[in-house]
């Protein structure tokens, strides 16, 4: 017995569904037609190489359809006018109409047995479809979990440039702050120098006195803006260390998401595959018992043919011995 396997029964991609179910009763009909015109048997495997495409689960339920509506000629029971040859024909018409009978009970059968897997191998193609489907989901899934992780990123890296530059700006507050006190310094030598030169000059002394306010009134603004510089540097810091964490824990529960949503994935593939697998197993013992119902009922249909020429042969020989008795006793 020929075995097909049809790949994209077994990976059903959305054109390989739509192909294998456009396929109708009709053409399978026509194409089991033509091959018994030709006098060939019309198995699975020389529809789907006729065909050419389709599903065997599919063409298999739509043969089997087709055999269902095929009228089985009535075997002819021999009738000999001879008493002997009566009891004869008795047995043997019995046995022919048993063997006949349980020829026609297995292959109804095995056609049943065929239609149902053929029916299963059709859900099996569909969970098959539909788990595709949900994997190509799973994948957009990870697909807009690694974008948001990106984005993530991106966000991080440009919180990084923004401390970068505030510590920049932190330390030319610290360079002013540094200047202004060597000016503060500078002006309180200034200062001492003039107040060693007050009993001279008070003027001077005055004036000198003032560019010491106005210096430790630089120092304070600059102490103060170094002061803010510096407290928005830490809480930038605070900022990234804790967008940070928070993209490490979405990282990982997607990643432990996404390794469970795989393994379950596997899982029920594995599972349809054993499926498919024992329903392919299941369909071709069913092929199988029918073949040898078929062949043991042609036996029977041989043995039957031969039982009747013999008969003929018996009745033309006693036609003769008759013949010629009554030609002797003349």
Known sequence: MDHYRDDDAMNPSRDSVHTTSSLTYEQ???AAENLEHRGADPTLQRVLELLGTGSPNIVQRHLS???DTRSVPEPS???LPAALIDALER???THANTGLS??????DEARA???????AGEAIERRNYELTQQLEATERARQMADERANTLLAERDRLRDELERERQLAHKAQQTLAEQRQQVALLREQLEEAQQARLTTERGARASEEECIKAERAQAVAESQRDGALEQAREKTEQIVQLKQEMQEERARQRQEITEMRAEQKARLDAVERSRQEAQKHAQEALQRATKAEIRAEALQATQSALKSRMDAMQVQQRQHGRQTQTERA
């Not at 349980?102 to 292959?107: F, T």
């Not at 047995?113 to 029916?119: F, G, M, N, R, V």
């Open 28 to 30: 399978v009909a026509a």
């Open 65 to 67: 359809a087709w055999r």
């Open 77 to 79: 029971v021999p009738r």
């Open 91 to 93: 047995e043997l018409a």
């Open 102 to 107: 349980e020829g026609r009970r297995l292959a």
């Open 113 to 119: 047995d065929a239609t149902t897997l053929a029916e």
